[in-house]
């Protein structure tokens, strides 16, 4: 392809892309076809000689789109939506277009140092303390894995990394059962094992761990023999919304001299509204926490927000430095790739310059203020109907429900109706042992009218 056919189709794409977005609603949420189906779509072999874009789009919009699951729908109400305001879309286009290797600060200064000052911008908009350094991470579960291998070598005095596990103490990691998965691959991969995560029982109306378990947990812990290592707690847990007391919580994990992480993955974003602050009452005494700017604040995938108290802990379990990564004649710089697992890194920063820039904190706070707002008038709708029961009451934009006076089956095939009809994408969860139906709003371009066609579609289907 020459740069002046890369420049047609670039113009032509971008349409494309706008007019996508703006007719969304036509669409079926959730992909329709069944496995196999795009696969045997496609040729078995790469072609010998060149395609026309013609022809390559043409089978774009006949293989793929059928089989896309449309994370951008307005009436995305599954999982957390990844979101992708336009004017981080169009910073991602820029990213794609000079794509850069931003490993350190020397391969491209401007990623690196807009890195830091973006950060420091979504520091002060949720109200951390500014002792507090960032570094954006491709997704909340390499944070939690970084935390985690922080914990491993802050425990062992920093020999893990050259010594290995074997034949030393046995670490404990606690946290509750609403963490998300991603803290349990985080123990596999770190090399504790399963075995050694500690679930700590939960209580109250939040469903935060229990303080006084925790503390019996840990004490129980040493006098067995074992070596703490770490707390990880969370503010917003994916499958209910559930939120540790972190005053209490994190107060446990000091008094024992335990590496702490919050794991604040999709509500973190909420903190920019300082009226929900009140969920993560103590966040200033962690060590390290992340939340996903890429979910409900509009950047484009992928975008981790990694937060620590002080850095040198995590620098020196990640940071390796032969002599062609090093950055010579220059103090005090930031070379970000010894913050986190990969050596390589995308320039992520400018999307959030854009986002912000473009929309300004008050816009933002306003559209996650509609969606907590509908989801409480969501719930309150279906707890008055009668085939419904609310289960866990809303937590920001998230909250839980049944069908009422129906099994386990009697959900899930509720769930799959609904999901089969195409009007709008929910998930399941588990609380207390039993299937619950999940719905949370945070898709950025959600209204009021899609939230009031998803309760016209539960009632439909539900009858």
């Known amino acids: 392809m020459h740069w002046d056919e890369f420049s047609d189709w670039g113009a032509k794409i971008s349409q494309w892309a706008a ?26 072999s790469a072609p010998e000689t060149p395609q026309s874009m013609e022809e390559i789009m043409a089978d774009f919009e006949r293989v793929v789109m059928p089989g896309m699951t449309h994370w951008q729908h307005p009436r995305f109400f599954a999982y957390f939506p990844a979101n992708a305001a336009p004017p981080s879309m169009l910073a991602e286009m820029l990213v794609s277009t000079i794509a850069a290797q931003c490993m350190l600060w020397q391969t491209s200064p401007a990623a690196t140092e807009m890195e830091t000052v973006m950060l420091d911008w979504l520091r002060q908009a949720i109200g951390l303390p500014s002792g507090f350094s960032g570094v954006i991470q491709d997704s909340a ?25 074997s034949g030393g103490p046995r670490l404990r990691i606690y946290c509750s059962a609403e963490v998300h998965t991603s803290v349990d691959r985080a123990i596999w991969v770190a090399g504790i094992g399963q075995d050694n995560l500690v679930r700590i029982p939960i209580g109250g109306i939040r469903r935060g761990m229990d303080p006084v378990a925790l503390r019996a947990a840990i004490e129980a812990d040493i006098a067995a023999g074992y070596l703490p290592a770490g707390v990880i707690a969370c503010t917003g847990g994916t499958g209910t919304g559930a939120c540790d007391d972190l005053t209490a919580v994190l107060g446990v994990a000091k008094e024992f001299n335990l590496y702490s992480h919050v794991d604040a ?7 920019i509204c300082p009226e ?46 032969p002599e062609y990564l090093k950055t010579h004649g220059r103090d005090g710089v930031i070379n970000y790739s010894e913050w986190s697992l990969p050596l390589g890194r995308r320039f992520r920063a400018l999307k959030l310059w854009f986002l912000l820039r473009s929309y300004g904190l008050e816009a933002l706070r306003q559209r996650l203020r509609n969606h907590v707002a509908w989801a409480e008038g969501l719930a309150d709708q279906l707890s008055q109907h009668p085939q419904f029961e609310i289960v866990t009451a809303p937590v920001l934009s998230l909250f839980t429900f049944r069908l009422a006076g129906c099994d386990d089956a009697a959900q899930i095939a509720f769930v799959n109706r609904i999901n089969d009809d195409g009007r709008i994408y929910i998930t399941q969860t588990q609380v207390d042992g039993q299937i619950a139906v999940r719905f949370q709003i945070g898709q950025f371009d959600v209204t009021q009218d899609d939230v009031q066609c998803a309760y016209q579609v539960l009632c439909e289907l539900a009858a």
């Open 19 to 44: 007019d996508y977005h703006k007719n969304l609603r036509d669409r079926p949420v959730r992909a329709q076809t069944a496995p196999g189906d795009v696969a045997a779509l496609l040729e078995h």
């Open 141 to 165: 579960s390499s944070a939690t894995l970084a935390a985690v291998l922080t914990m491993r070598e802050r425990a062992l005095n920093w020999q893990g990394n050259r010594s290995g596990l």
């Open 265 to 271: 993955a999709w509500a973190g974003a909420g903190m």
């Open 276 to 321: 929900f602050r009140a969920l993560w009452a103590g966040i200033e005494g962690a060590d390290s926490l992340v939340f996903n700017p890429h979910k409900w604040l509009g950047a484009q995938f992928d975008c981790s927000a990694h937060f620590l108290a002080d850095p040198a802990s995590l620098v020196k379990t990640l940071a390796i430095q």
